[in-house]
């Protein structure tokens, strides 16, 4: 399959794709006009956010029979008419699980400790060691709104205890 990798990805994924036997291009930061003129001869592009998939582009990709996203949502893509043109269109929506709830941890930390005020304040040529005492999570109770893919993760790291209550609450929540 000859495949365009619009966006930048990882190499590492470059090279598992070439090893699957396809024939992989790697251009990034086309305008939608140069896109245009590149895209008639793959059967599958790779984007992540920078590329717009939209009507005239998909006119265009006459052999295109995949686009794959890299990430979770699809904005950039219009995917009710890749689809009428029989393109079928996939994302990766747990790629950035992980990170989102490893960034939640940072921003939970960040704000008990006062980060973001006590980094103005320095900058600012101050030291305001009072106002910046801030507070231990340590034996805080947190409340997980959602526990889809990415509430699963932060429970996980959050605690293995907080984990294995949160699945029991969801089972029970999944019976009633």
Do not use: Q
């Not at 219009?78 to 960034?103: C, Q």
């Not at 526990?147 to 294995?164: T, V």
Request: proline letters at 3%; a positive charge.
């Amino acid at each position: 399959m000859k495949i365009l990798v619009s966006d930048k990805i990882a190499d590492s994924a470059i090279e598992g794709i070439k090893s699957l036997g396809h024939d992989v291009t790697v251009k990034t930061g086309m305008s939608p006009e140069e896109l245009e003129t590149v895209i008639p001869k793959f059967e599958c592009i790779i984007v992540r956010s920078a590329t717009k998939l939209r009507k005239p582009i998909i006119d265009a990709a006459k052999n295109l029979k995949l686009v794959i996203r890299g990430g979770v949502g699809l904005d950039n893509i219009d995917v009710d008419y890749a689809k009428s043109k029989g393109i079928k269109v996939n994302n990766t929506p747990a790629a950035s699980s992980i990170s989102v709830a490893e960034l939640t941890m940072g921003h939970f930390l960040s704000i008990a400790r006062h980060i973001p005020y006590g980094t103005t304040s320095l900058k600012n040529g101050k030291w305001e060691k009072k106002a910046l005492k801030g507070i231990e999570l340590y034996k805080k109770t947190l409340g997980i709104i959602g526990f889809g893919r990415i509430g699963r993760e932060l429970a996980k790291r959050a605690s293995s205890r907080l984990w294995y209550e949160c699945h029991c609450l969801r089972s029970l929540y999944k019976r009633n």
